[in-house]
């Protein structure tokens, strides 16, 4: 691809900036472990000067008409309907991911910008009832100030625009800390910005590393919002560095989703399901079904199903594959010891616990798509996060044993049950202890104009995006008018 760039810098204020020591660091290409591009190495002093241009504009942007700022988003969007397919090679290219799947993904971005987009002509407060006569009650929306955003490297894209628009729409200015595994998505995504006319300073992004980079966006003062997607480790961290100072703080973290398959599923449909949720991008999504909990009396028709469909899986950067490379070696090798570990104590690999090493695959990051059963509910492997192409198989007697081990575990993101009981249906999103729940389809693929979050470690609380964003990224004023009548 030519339109890839060697070096990427910051965008501080709208320009293109090295980091103030000049250090850079080296990103490699998950499809073949090659070197993609080199990224600015940001760290305090690189995240002052982003903080302090914010702070300048953002007066400004706050008090451009909630109209015109969405005027100016749906330019952004534009421009990225326009440059769709320059965005997916990049995000392609740099996630090992195939160009269908990026497409996809930027068509999920671009969603997102047009909803936020409109909600300029509404931003709505609430106008209510007074106790007292001649007095008037209203709440008002306001912006915060300026926004720290942190996201992953999973669908950068995509979780690009769920934080940004509803962060400027709302009237703040934002430092967008980019993941350190995906540089050239956000890079691109601020070149469109500034092109699209978006006032110099509201958005800056620094590139970076964690503790470098994001840490001291998270503990800078004049920083008024968080909002971070990631993992419940570093969540938990940001969670106390920035309640300290009492700032606004959304937390997007991780899950181990449950799919829960009844014995009166539409078995296939299932199947295709429990494919797409543990395997499309490479399992690398917050949302993926981890844990498949299968009632016992289909139990071997079904596992015996899913592997087979597992088994021919494509695994490869072409349109036609399933899932592509998992974003870097180190968390390759780590699910590897993870699928070793869980062996050793008796688990039984399905299919695939093995990186590719064919000549395709060889010098890439790619996992063999991986089943996995007789592991205990509370094994390692059954709590903690893979964030990969990982599901393990689970029996359960029946409904309420399913929906016991359903929400037998630390998280709460997501979770899917394929039944054709709509009494099982009803049951289960009532009492499943998730942000997210669905009936008969994946554990992922949540819309851009709903509430996304989690329970229990996989947030704190906070819903973004849909219209409940809003609530993230801006103050309520209630608001009392009192008049004399008598004045009139
Ligand atoms: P991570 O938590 O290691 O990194 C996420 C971001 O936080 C990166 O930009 C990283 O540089 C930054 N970061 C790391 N340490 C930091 C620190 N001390 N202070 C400030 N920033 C810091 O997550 P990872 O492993 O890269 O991504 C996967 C995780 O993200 C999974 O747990 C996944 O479930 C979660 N995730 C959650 C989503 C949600 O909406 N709930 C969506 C996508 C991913
Ligand atoms: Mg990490």
């Known amino acids: 691809m030519n339109s890839f760039p060697v070096k990427i810098p910051n965008w501080i204020g709208a320009q293109e900036q090295p980091t103030e020591r000049d250090e850079w660091f080296d990103k490699l290409n998950p499809a073949n472990g090659k070197f993609l591009c080199k990224a600015a190495r940001s760290r ?26 969405g005027l100016i988003l749906h330019k952004i969007v534009t421009e990225m309907q326009k440059r769709q397919s320059e965005i997916a090679a990049i995000v392609a290219a740099e996630t090992g991911k195939s160009m269908k799947e990026a497409l996809g993904e930027t068509g999920g971005a671009i969603q997102c910008g047009l909803f936020y987009a409109s909600e300029g002509q509404r931003l709505y407060g609430r106008t209510t009832t007074s106790g007292a006569a001649n007095k008037y009650a209203m709440t008002i929306r306001q912006p915060i100030g300026v926004a720290g955003l942190i996201i992953a490297a ?9 934080k940004v628009f509803p962060a400027l729409i709302c009237g703040n200015a934002a430092v967008l800390k980019a993941a350190e595994d995906t540089p050239a998505t956000v890079w691109i995504f601020a070149q469109i910005a500034k092109e699209a006319g978006l006032p110099d300073g ?8 964690g503790e470098e980079a994001g840490a001291p966006l998270v503990a800078h003062a004049d920083v008024d919002v968080i909002s971070f997607t990631g ?34 599923a539409d078995l296939e449909n299932a199947a295709k399901w429990v494919l797409l949720s543990a395997f499309s991008n490479a399992g690398q999504r917050c949302a993926s079904t981890s844990r498949v909990i299968i009632f016992e009396a289909i139990y071997e028709k079904f596992r015996d199903l899913l592997a087979e469909k597992t088994q021919r899986l494509k695994v490869g950067t072409a349109d036609d594959c399933d899932l592509g490379a998992v974003i870097n070696e180190g968390q390759l090798l780590n699910m590897l ?15 695939g616990g093995k990186r590719l090493t064919d000549a395709e695959h060889k010098d890439g990051y790619y996992m063999a798509p ?17 964030f990969g192409p990982v599901a ?22 997501t979770a899917s049950i394929h039944t054709r009981s709509i009494h099982r249906a ?6 499943v202890q998730t942000g997210v729940a669905v009936v008969n389809a994946g554990t992922h693929g949540s819309e851009p104009h709903m509430p996304f979050g989690g329970r229990k470690l996989s947030g704190n609380g906070s819903r973004e995006p849909g219209t409940e964003a809003l609530d993230v990224y801006s103050e309520l004023k209630d608001v009392y008018v009192n008049i004399d009548p008598m004045q009139v």
């Open 44 to 69: 305090q002093a690189d995240v002052e000067r982003a903080v302090a241009l914010a702070k300048k504009a953002q007066p400004a942007w706050a008090d451009t008409p909630a109209v015109q700022r």
């Open 154 to 162: 999973n669908t950068p894209i995509a979780n690009v625009a769920w």
């Open 202 to 209: 509201v958005l800056s992004v620094v590139q970076g590393f």
């Open 231 to 264: 993992s419940t480790d570093v969540g938990r961290v940001i969670n106390r560095v920035a309640a300290e100072r009492f700032a606004r703080i959304s937390l997007e973290l991780g899950g181990k989703n449950p799919l829960v398959v009844c014995d009166d």
């Open 337 to 351: 010891a993870a699928v070793e570990k869980a062996e050793q104590n008796g688990a039984t690999i399905l299919c």
């Open 370 to 386: 991986t089943l996995i059963e007789n592991v205990n509910p509370h094994d390692e492997i059954s709590e903690c996060e893979l």
């Open 392 to 413: 393990l198989l689970f029996k359960a007697k029946d409904f309420e044993q399913a929906l016991q081990m359903a929400n037998d575990t630390p998280y709460g993101l």
């Open 426 to 431: 009803v049951r289960f999103y009532d009492k």
